[in-house]
C-alpha cells in the first residue's frame, strides 16, 4: 500500500516499517488543555494551548496531544490506530486489576494463565520499578469477560 501510494506516510524510513505497523516520530507541537475549575463541560470544545519545543514533560496525571513528525494519508478503506509506546524505557508500572477475575501478565508477548510474570488477584495491584524496560506487557485473565485493568507507567 505505501509503494503503490494508496497509503502515504511522509517523511518515513525504511527502519520505521515493522511487520504489522509504522513507527512515528513524536513531532515538537504539543497541546495542553487549560486550566479549568474542575469542571468540563460536554456542550463546549475544551480549550487548548499550543506548546512548540523539542523536549517536553507531561505532568503528573496530565494530558497531552501531539503531532508526529510524519504526515499521514489514510484511504477510505482503512481505518488506522495510534497507540503509544515505551521505547526510550520506561521506569516502572503500577498495574490495577479492577476485575472480579484473576488477571495474569506477562513482560513480553504470548502470556497465558500457566506461563506469566505475575498474578494479580481481583481488585490487587502490582507494582514494578526496572531501569530500560521497553517490551510489550501483556494480560489475560482467569474467566472470560472479567477485564477491567489499569496500567501506568512511570518514566
Known sequence: MLDSGELSI??????????ASVDLRLGNTFLTPRATNGVCSMSE???????????FVVPTRGFVLATTVEVIRVPNNLTAFVEGRS????RGLFIQNNSQGILFIKLGVGVLSTSFTVRINRQGFYEAQWPNFTG????????AGAGDAQITETF
Open 10 to 19: 511522509e517523511p518515513i524510513i525504511a527502519e520505521q516499517i515493522g511487520p
Open 45 to 55: 470544545a475544551p480549550e487548548y494551548e499550543e506548546v512548540t519545543a523539542d523536549e
Open 87 to 90: 521505547s526510550i524505557g520506561r
Open 136 to 143: 510489550i506487557v501483556t494480560g489475560v485473565w482467569s474467566t
